[in-house]
T-cell receptor, first 111, second 115 residues
């Protein structure tokens, strides 16, 4: 089983719709959680950190469920520019707290 | 320089050749990292450095070596390239010693093909 698992997609979503992704992680001792965004053939960039209480940044909302060991990302009123691959990232409690990266969920927003 | 730069942008290399991928940051970050990204897999950590003068092994270190002589530079060397090292290589940095609690900033990547 992978330490961080994501549905690879692609999610094809019409502009203006709401879309949600989940990500599961295997190590219950993980302490830091992030969503990164990666555009095609570009480097990853931090979208948002994920806090225990949940957090929101404009149209984006991240939630953490420690009991079920999953992280979610909700995008409201999706824009064409939201098309990208979204990477779920968790720190590795077994290995000096280095980051473990999911393979990503591809999102395509259609006009 | 602004952020992290990597060189070369892309490279085609014959198997068995030695290759060094360069990475330079100007943000004075303590920690630096080398990842490889392959289709269908997440970024995998090759080596990391928490501070100048120290390095550590990541998830997939075999066939690679690094050095951290100063804060800014973190070169990755393939001593004798093999086709399985064909990948996109990203260098990253962060300003916390552990690297796991703060944002990691990435360079634009190096696309390496080993034939």
């Amino acid at each position: 089983r992978k330490e961080v698992e994501q549905d690879p997609g692609p999610f094809n979503v019409p502009e203006g719709a709401t879309v949600a992704f989940n990500c599961t992680y295997s190590n219950s001792a993980s302490q830091s959680f992030f969503w990164y965004r990666q555009d095609c053939r570009k480097e990853p960039k931090l979208l948002m950190s994920v806090y225990s209480s949940g957090n929101e940044d404009g149209r984006f909302t991240a939630q953490l469920n420690r009991a079920s060991q999953y992280i979610s990302l909700l995008i409201r009123d999706s824009k064409l520019s939201d098309s990208a691959t979204y990477l779920c990232v968790v720190n590795n409690a077994r290995s000096n707290y280095q980051l473990i990266w999911g393979a990503g969920t591809k999102l395509i927003i259609k006009p | 320089i602004a952020g992290i730069t990597q060189a070369p942008t892309s490279q085609i290399l014959a198997a068995g050749r030695r290759m060094t991928l360069r990475c330079t940051q100007d943000m004075r970050h303590n920690a630096m990292y080398w990842y490889r990204q392959d289709l269908g897999l997440g970024l995998r950590l090759i080596h990391y450095s928490n501070t100048a003068g120290t390095t550590g092994k990541g998830e997939v270190p075999d066939g690679y070596s690094v050095s951290r002589a100063n804060t800014d530079d973190f070169p990755l060397t393939l001593a004798s390239a093999v086709p399985s090292q064909t990948s996109v290589y990203f260098c990253a940095s962060s300003d916390e010693l552990s690297g796991s609690y703060n944002e990691q900033f990435f360079g634009p990547g190096t696309r390496l093909t080993v034939l």
